[in-house]
């Protein structure tokens, strides 16, 4: 048989192997299975863990209370060299190693830095998107080079990552209004929005808790706009009165749209509309680098916000691999993760759940200072 049918049966029936696998595991169980690992002392011993804790310790100014809270830091951070090691040879278009969340568990991970209530449905106030042309479409296209998004920001140890997403799909769709590029205010979600599921008692947005860009974004219709960050600062706590003054809205939700879950759709709404809401699932992230992430696993489960600002026809691959499309993710880690900020994750075929929950918004015009 020629060697490339071969290769290609081969591939097919892993992929298939992989499919069904991801529907009865988790993530990380799925890859612990398709790379085992050849014990931990001599995996250790050839990651050079002591070096890299150490390394890890000074560059985030990691700093442990006892003895046993840092030895205990330091099994964590053994356990996620390993798993960064499996993951690159899962998704080898990306680097996976050495994060700033590299003493943490999974679990500690996504209960403090994700915090996506997954709901899908269509808010009161929401319309679907109509249909847009793809055929004249550019082959790369990224908001930051038109001055329709903001720097970087970080929601800290809070699951607040839907009011980012929020946030910054309002400041692009307000430049595209205004001209005018404004920092919004994510701590008065956290403390203002607490908009509700009426078919799902107690789903609410719940500040640190989690919260859905859709009922953000209905909320912000009902409130009648969002502050400036600098008058209505972020503090990244919870718990917190609300303290909006309506004589200080800077920017306003005109309404709001639900993509249909193409990604050729996406890209002419990015386009036409500026930066998109988006959900996806974060599983990856925690030991991302850099490069484009395209794993041959990801499950579908959204838990976390994000914004897409563009798209890139090719990225950073080994030379054996070929360059993907991807898009381009804007984050709430702040710029000491991922590029400077930023996620790459390839496109075509909704990776990660990336075109599961995707909303755009249009802003209108305030007069408020």
């Known amino acids: 048989m020629d060697r490339r049918i071969l290769s290609s049966l081969l591939l097919l029936l892993l992929s298939a192997v992989l499919a069904s696998a991801v ?3 988790g993530d990380d169980a799925m890859i612990r299975q398709v790379v085992p690992s050849d014990g931990e002392q001599s995996e250790d011993h ?4 002591e070096h890299h804790f150490s390394l890890f310790k000074s560059k985030f100014s990691k700093t442990y209370a006892t003895q ?3 030895d205990y830091r330091f099994r964590v951070f053994k356990a996620n060299l390993r798993r960064a090691k499996r993951r690159q040879l899962l998704d080898p278009t990306a680097v996976h190693g050495v994060t700033k969340f590299s003493d943490l568990t999974p679990s500690e991970f996504r209960r403090q830095f994700l915090g996506l209530n997954r709901r899908l449905r269509l808010p009161a106030d929401a319309q679907k998107a109509p249909i847009l042309p793809t055929n004249d479409l550019p082959t790369d296209f990224d908001w930051r080079d038109h001055g329709a998004v903001t720097g970087v920001k970080d929601q800290g ?5 839907w009011s980012f997403s929020a946030t910054g799909a309002l400041e692009g769709a307000h430049f595209l209004s205004t001209g005018e590029l404004v920092s919004l205010s994510e701590q008065q979600l956290v403390d203002c929005d607490h908009e509700c599921d009426p078919e799902e008692s107690g789903s609410c947005d719940s500040g640190c808790n989690g919260g859905l860009m859709n009922s953000a974004f209905e909320y912000i219709l009902k409130a009648g706009g969002v502050e400036r960050e600098k008058d209505y600062p972020y503090t990244g706590t919870d718990g917190g009165s609300c303290k909006f003054d309506k004589s200080k809205i800077a920017a306003a939700v005109s309404n709001f749209s639900v993509i249909s879950s193409d990604e050729d759709q996406m890209a002419a709404n990015l386009v036409k509309h500026g930066p998109l809401a988006v959900g996806i699932n974060a599983v990856w992230m925690q030991t991302y680098i ?16 994000v914004l897409i600002v563009g798209y890139g026809s090719s990225g ?32 075509g075929r909704n990776v990660c759940g990336v075109d599961s929950m995707v909303s755009s918004v249009a802003a209108i015009h305030t007069t408020s200072s």
């Open 23 to 25: 529907a009865v595991s």
């Open 290 to 305: 850099g490069g484009v992430s395209c794993p041959y696993i990801c499950g579908k489960y959204l838990d976390h916000g």
């Open 316 to 347: 950073f691959a080994p030379i054996r691999f070929k360059e993907k499309p991807y898009w381009i993710i804007k984050n709430s880690w702040g710029e000491n993760w991922g590029e400077n900020g930023y996620y790459k994750i390839c496109m």
């Open 68 to 70: 046993e809270e840092h």
């Open 157 to 161: 140890a809070c699951g607040s990552c």
């Open 46 to 49: 050839l990651l050079n863990a």
